[in-house]
């Protein structure tokens, strides 16, 4: 049972490059969540999507774009990296449609470095 | 937003009882109180939730109190593999479009010591 599963898990920009983060989970799950997490910090909600075919803004969606390409992937773009996006990126899901009152799951995130 | 407040670190010996505490005094009627945990390199793994009552599952304990603007995450007995960043994370309850205010802030590190 994979789970969550995000690729790459490693990736070196240039300022400026685009690039796409992907997600895909297979357990069926309704809602699909991408965050951040800088060094020593908490994470940080950029994009959800509560149910296939919608998404909404997070905390911090400026400089990204999402797609819901059906219920199992999840994907996020950085059309013109900049260094400030260097951080690790982590993709979730969850059963219930738009809320937390379920178990969500993580991947094992994208470590991403723009130069 | 309803926030929680939690110790930025904590020290356990291994194999003694460990007692995480979280404030979240402006909790709502239907706020879910949820636990999750980092370990190092990892994405956040789930611990436990609850609503009013405690709760037990395979890995902790959750103790809320009587008016819910506090709970303890209990581990019984610490092993190394609990070291961790523990989160404490309040969801609003029912079917809802509210994701964006979910706020992870920065959880207490837990230190094992053999």
């Known amino acids: 049972n994979a789970g969550v599963t995000q690729t790459p898990k490693f990736q070196v920009l240039k300022t400026g490059q685009s690039m796409t983060l992907q997600c895909a989970q297979d357990m069926n799950h309704n809602s699909m969540y991408w965050y951040r997490q800088d060094p020593g910090m908490g994470l940080r909600l950029i994009y959800y999507s509560a149910s296939e075919g919608t998404t909404d803004k997070g905390e911090v969606p400026n400089g990204y774009n999402v797609s819901r390409l059906n219920k199992r992937e999840f994907s996020l773009r950085l059309e013109s990296a900049a260094p400030s996006q260097t951080s690790v990126y982590f993709c979730?899901?969850?059963?219930?449609?738009?809320?937390?009152?379920?178990?969500?799951?993580f991947g094992q995130g994208t470590r991403l470095t723009v130069v | 937003d309803a926030k929680t407040t939690q110790p930025n670190s904590m020290e356990s010996n291994e194999e003694e009882p460990v007692h995480l505490p979280c404030n979240h005094s402006?909790?709502?009627?239907?706020?879910?109180i949820h636990w999750y945990r980092q370990l190092p390199s990892q994405g956040p793994e789930y611990v436990i939730h609850?609503?009013?009552s405690n709760v037990n599952n395979r890995m902790a304990s959750l103790a809320i109190a009587e008016d819910r603007k506090s709970s303890t995450l209990i581990l019984h007995r610490a092993t190394l593999r609990d070291a961790a960043v523990y989160y404490c994370i309040l969801s609003p309850g029912g079917v809802q479009t509210g994701a964006n205010n979910l706020f992870f802030g920065t959880g207490t590190r837990l230190t094992v010591i053999p």
């Open positions: 979730a899901s969850s059963e219930a449609p738009g809320g937390w009152n379920t178990e969500a799951f």
């Open positions: 609850g609503l009013t």
């Open positions: 402006t909790i709502s009627g239907t706020d879910y």
